[in-house]
C-alpha cells in the first residue's frame, strides 16, 4: 500500500510540473506582442533596431520641428540632449503635446524613422514619463520642475 501511495504521489507532481510549464508557455506566447520595450533617441541611433520590432521611443519634441502634413499626418523631431529621431504619426495628436515637452510614441522604426502608432504626451505641467527622465538624465539635459 506504501508503494502504490509512493507512486500516486510521483505522478501527481509530475503531472503539476507539466502544467505548470504548459501554462507558462501558454501566458509568454499570448505576451508576445503586449510586451514593448522602451528606447531613447540615442539607444536608437546606436543600434537601431529590427523594422519588424515594435517598441516605445520617448524624449523631448525638439522646438520648431513640427510639420503637418496632408489630413492628420504630422513628422516632428524627438530628442534626449544627445541624439534625434524623426517621428511621422497619422492621427490625432494629444491635446498637451507642445514643443519641448516630453513625449512617448509607439511604433515602429523603418528606413531611419520612427513610424508611431500611437503618442502619449503628458497629463500636466510637471509630468514627465520615468523612462524619458531617465533618459535625459543620462544625457545630462534633464532639468528639475519647478517646485512652485
Not at 520641428?65 to 517621428?87: H, K, P, Y
Request: hydrophobic share 40%.
Amino acid at each position: 500500500m506504501k508503494g502504490l501511495k509512493k507512486k500516486r504521489r510521483v505522478q501527481v507532481i509530475l503531472l503539476a510540473a507539466v502544467a505548470l510549464v504548459i501554462s507558462t508557455g501558454l501566458i509568454g506566447y499570448a505576451m508576445r506582442d503586449g510586451i514593448n520595450f522602451f528606447r531613447s533617441p540615442t539607444q536608437i541611433v546606436a543600434e537601431p533596431p529590427a523594422e519588424t520590432e515594435t517598441f516605445r521611443l520617448g524624449g523631448l519634441v525638439e522646438e520648431g520641428s513640427i510639420v503637418r502634413g496632408q489630413g492628420e499626418v504630422v513628422s516632428f523631431n524627438v530628442t534626449d540632449g544627445g541624439e534625434t529621431v524623426r517621428v511621422t504619426y497619422a492621427g490625432v495628436l494629444p491635446d498637451l503635446f507642445a514643443e519641448n515637452q516630453g513625449m512617448i510614441g509607439t511604433g515602429r522604426y523603418v528606413n531611419g524613422v520612427f513610424e508611431a502608432s500611437e503618442i502619449l504626451a503628458k497629463h500636466d505641467e510637471t509630468y514627465m514619463p520615468r523612462e524619458v527622465v531617465d533618459a535625459l538624465k543620462e544625457q545630462g539635459v534633464y532639468q528639475e520642475p519647478d517646485g512652485s
